[in-house]
């Protein structure tokens, strides 16, 4: 029911009070409300509003403030919603359409203003004979980007739309366009969308120096931890700290796996420090884990004891505040921040041009990439051949760290192969790498769930929510149970012969070191 | 959703009135509301600035060559859409006679609008005939503005018999008491006995207002241009009165 509104971007130089003042001239115009508004757009800082095509704009003026939800193709409305303020999560939005628009979209993350565009909100009716209204229009009057007009049609008064536009297109050589604030705004502020992704991808030439492109790469994952520095230090949402944390293990995989394309010096020292790193921002993403999984957690009690769970919500938020707080102090450090800049510098210095016994500094990036893929792949298989029903929980873990690091090195070289191929290696990884993260995750949680019991035993917390996390133990055991059991299957299904042959295929025997 | 049809086998009771008032507000409550005028005289239309015109008459209309959705105007108010009357609505019941299972007929015609509207109010033109007959069929709640007078009573009795003849079980009839001047010691003794006699009609009555009188002149419900007052307040009274007593399913 609701029709599309038409767009169109007015010239520099023609003002509100102008534009008003000509189309008069042809029709009955009403001025019905002139509010000063502003206009903040949002998106999540990996913009996953701008992916699902959706823009969120926040009008706010003196009467009243609105978020709105607009496809960004169509510029059809796609949820509205009165706010008095804007809210950050969607869990804190009102139940209703917009909320269960945007949820999905947006998880997790916060929604961040983007940019914020003053403008005058003049609301014009055209009125017929009879002083009906038969279309409306807004004119925003911006004071930093061109005027727009937005001609909000009317059931049933088709040809008072058509009138309008051809008033517009023939006295105001005025033509509809795509809605376009999101890119004016971005413009604004110099910024492009999707300016930053969680996902790694860099473009490696196969014949570049394999010392080189280490660099590049690490390069690009020092940049992620700098966009993602500041959100972590605000603890605007939990996913800054993951995605900094991502890149310091993608980091810490590269000094280990590729280690022969650096000096050994610089290796180890900044070794140590990326497990430093990897370590003082562990306990925050840990208590994230829990309070991210706790709906879930409720959901696995009986209702009836769904409440009594809250002290321990408590808890895990305090920790959690705590561990912010810590993790706030090391990254204010000044030895965090030369090592950093260091680090930095380092990789912008030219690569060692001497020819030195060196493997790594004489191999293409290709051959560094085949062997180090190959030889991680055959460790993956041999671990994972070696486990079985009695293996203990250990040989598991350590065939999940295997697992990772061959991901990350088949996404840092990942555009040297052919895409089709990586694909469906990298889904079956991604899979298998499910089952194993499931099962050290629920026994970490489980061994965890029973810590923190201990802890509040000191409380004198109600003994229904004793009850309560006993219950949730138990649905985590048995969730462990289930991924161990599953092990075997999702073993069989990575190691078949299509991904085998892929594997084999794109990676091994094309050793040609350069002598 | 539910269809709700103004009616009173008598003229000039408030009807129309009542339509348009309470469909502003139930729109003004964020509930997606049409009505429909079939009156031919057109009032509806004529207090939403609307032609009185619908394409095709009632021929193309009943005959679905048009569905009613092409013919929808939205008013000035936002969720207030009006469906048009025409002056050929006056042969209505003729129209309908020459249709198979002619009473049938409105329900079946608003059957696709069902889905985009939380209510619709049907605006009835003061008769009994197949037209009526079609939108008892059709309508979930009727709707009865009752002016206090003596007559009004053999009125609802005769209502009442001919929805239980005819075994309408479907349909809720709310009688309520409309234009009642509590300064005329008749009114107030007709309310009083008739309430006791018959217990379903509403406690809420709409007075008899010059504010209400004025929608005429100013073509619009009477929320459009009187902000607050006794009748405001009394429509507004009505409309949740009429909330509380509706039969779900
Ligand atoms: N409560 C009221 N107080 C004063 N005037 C009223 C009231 N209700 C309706 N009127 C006026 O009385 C006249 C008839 O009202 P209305 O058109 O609503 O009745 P109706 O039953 O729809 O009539 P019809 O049978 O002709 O369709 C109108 O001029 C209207 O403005
Ligand atoms: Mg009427």
Not at chain 1, 158 to 170: C, R, S, Y
Not at chain 2, 190 to 218: C, K, N, Q
Request: aromatic share 10%; glycine share 4%; hydrophobic share 40%.
């Amino acid at each position: 029911m609701i029709a599309i509104p038409l767009h169109f971007d007015l010239p520099k130089n023609l003002s509100a009070k102008k534009f008003i003042n000509k189309l008069s001239k042809n029709l009955d115009i009403q001025l019905s409300n002139q509010q000063y508004t502003i206009k903040i757009l949002f998106d999540s800082f990996d913009w996953r509003l701008y992916n699902a095509d959706i823009i969120c704009e926040f009008n706010h003026s003196n009467s009243a403030s609105q978020l709105s939800l607009i496809d960004r193709n169509s510029g059809k409305l796609l949820a509205l919603e009165n706010m008095p303020d804007m809210m950050r999560f969607t869990d804190q939005f009102p139940k209703g359409r917009l909320r269960t628009t945007l949820a999905p979209v947006l998880e997790m993350r916060a929604l961040i203003p983007l940019c914020q565009l003053p403008h005058n909100a003049h609301q014009l009716n055209i009125l017929n004979k009879d002083q009906k209204i038969i279309l409306r229009i807004q004119l925003d009057e911006h004071e930093l980007i061109a005027n727009q007009l937005h001609l909000y049609p009317l059931k049933g008064y088709d040809k008072a739309l058509k009138k309008v536009t051809n008033i517009l297109q023939n006295t105001f050589d005025l033509n509809p366009t795509k809605y376009s604030i999101l890119k004016a705004g971005l413009k604004l502020e110099g910024r492009k969308p999707k300016d930053y992704s969680s996902k790694f991808r860099i473009n490696i030439n196969p014949d570049m120096r394999a010392d080189e492109a280490c660099k590049k790469i690490y390069q690009q994952l020092i940049q992620v931890m700098q966009f993602n520095e500041a959100g972590t230090l605000a603890d605007i949402d939990t996913e800054f700290l993951h995605d900094f944390r991502v890149a310091v293990r993608r980091t810490r995989t590269g000094l280990s796996q590729l280690k022969n394309t650096l000096p050994t010096k610089e290796i180890n020292r900044y070794a140590d420090f990326f497990a430093w790193l990897g370590q003082i921002t562990g306990p925050t993403r840990d208590l994230d884990v829990y309070l991210l999984s706790f709906k879930k957690y409720k959901e696995v009690l009986p209702i009836s004891l769904r409440e009594d769970l809250t002290p321990l919500y408590t808890l895990l938020k305090d920790k959690q505040k705590h561990a912010q707080k810590k993790l706030t102090e090391n990254l204010s450090r000044s030895e965090y921040r030369t090592q950093l800049n260091d680090w930095e510098t380092f990789l912008t210095q030219q690569p060692i041009t001497k020819k030195g016994k060196k493997n790594g500094i004489h191999l293409t990036v290709k051959q560094l990439a085949d062997q180090r893929i190959w030889k991680v792949y055959k460790h993956v298989l041999k671990e994972a051949k070696d486990i079985s029903e009695s293996s203990p929980a250990e040989a598991l873990h350590d065939l999940r760290k295997t697992c990772k690091k061959l991901r990350y090195l088949l996404e840092f070289f990942q555009t040297l192969y052919p895409e089709d191929d990586m694909k469906i290696i990298l889904k079956a990884l991604k899979k298998f790498q499910t089952v194993l993260g499931d099962f050290q995750d629920y026994e970490v949680q489980e061994i965890n769930i029973k810590q923190f019991s201990e802890e509040m035993m000191a409380n004198k917390v109600s003994p229904n929510t004793f009850l309560a996390m006993g219950v949730l133990v138990q649905y985590l055991d048995s969730m462990k149970c289930q991924a161990r059991a599953e092990f075997s299957n999702q073993f069989a299904l990575f190691e078949q012969a299509e991904n085998k042959h892929i594997f084999k295929n794109l990676f091994s025997n094309k050793f040609s070191v350069k002598k | 959703m539910k269809i709700i049809a103004t009616y009173n086998i008598k003229g000039g009771v408030g009807k129309t009135a009542t339509a348009v008032n309470l469909a502003f507000i139930a729109a003004q409550n964020n509930f997606k509301t049409l009505v429909w005028d079939l009156d031919p005289q057109g009032a509806s239309s004529f207090y939403f600035r609307v032609k009185p015109k619908v394409k095709g008459g009632s021929k193309a209309m009943v005959a679905g060559r048009r569905e009613l959705e092409g013919l929808i105007k939205a008013t000035d108010f936002e969720n207030l859409d009006l469906l048009p009357a025409d002056f050929s609505f006056r042969n209505l019941d003729l129209v309908l006679d020459a249709r198979k299972k002619p009473t049938k007929r409105l329900k079946k015609l608003l059957t696709p609008l069902t889905h985009d509207y939380d209510y619709i109010f049907l605006d009835c033109p003061p008769n009994i005939s197949l037209l009526s007959e079609s939108i008892f069929e059709a309508s979930d709640i009727l709707l009865s503005p009752i002016i206090p007078t003596t007559l009004s009573l053999r009125t609802l009795e005769q209502l009442k018999k001919y929805i239980k003849d005819n075994k309408l079980n479907h349909l809720q009839l709310i009688p309520f008491f409309s234009m009642a001047d509590k300064r005329k010691k008749m009114h107030r003794e007709i309310m009083e006995s008739l309430a006791e006699e018959h217990p379903d009609i509403l406690s809420t009555a709409i007075p008899y207002a010059s504010d209400i009188e004025r929608m005429g002149w100013e073509r619009m419900p009477l929320g459009a241009y009187v902000r607050k007052s006794r009748a405001t307040e009394a429509y507004m009274a009505l409309w949740q009165e009429i909330l509380g007593v509706i039969r779900l399913t």
